[in-house]
């Protein structure tokens, strides 16, 4: 049997890209996911909250956009302790040498993630000590069941 996520690796990141294709990035391959898995439509894309088009834009900018999108969805989302991490749950991260929230990846399950990143195709990565130390928040979509 396939596991529900195989179908959305080896995808080409693309900043503000919607498509497996030609090229998505990690807050569109996350609302992909939730709307194909589970029929939860989060009603922005990247494109919504971020009008830098270059894919270093992290590095452009000192806006929480990332976290502000998902605050947007409130009351749609709830905040999740990192030990309760659960399938289809959306990890926001700091990676890197900013501050900010710039990056996000879909919880498999409470070791692994889906996620998708400047100069990488999607994979599956463990979500261990590296991701859990720049893990800035965890957000479930309210009425989410696994």
Known sequence: ??????????????????????????FNLCSLVLRQERGINISLSTSDFCNIIDDDWYLKTNEQLIENATKLNQPNFSWIKVEEAAPFDILLMSVGSTNITNHCALCIDNTKLLQTMVGRYSWVSPYGKYYKQYTTGIYRWNGLTN
């Open 1 to 26: 049997m396939t596991a529900w996520y195989e179908k959305y690796l080896n995808a080409p990141y693309k900043h503000l890209g919607q498509d497996l294709a030609t090229g998505i990035d990690c």
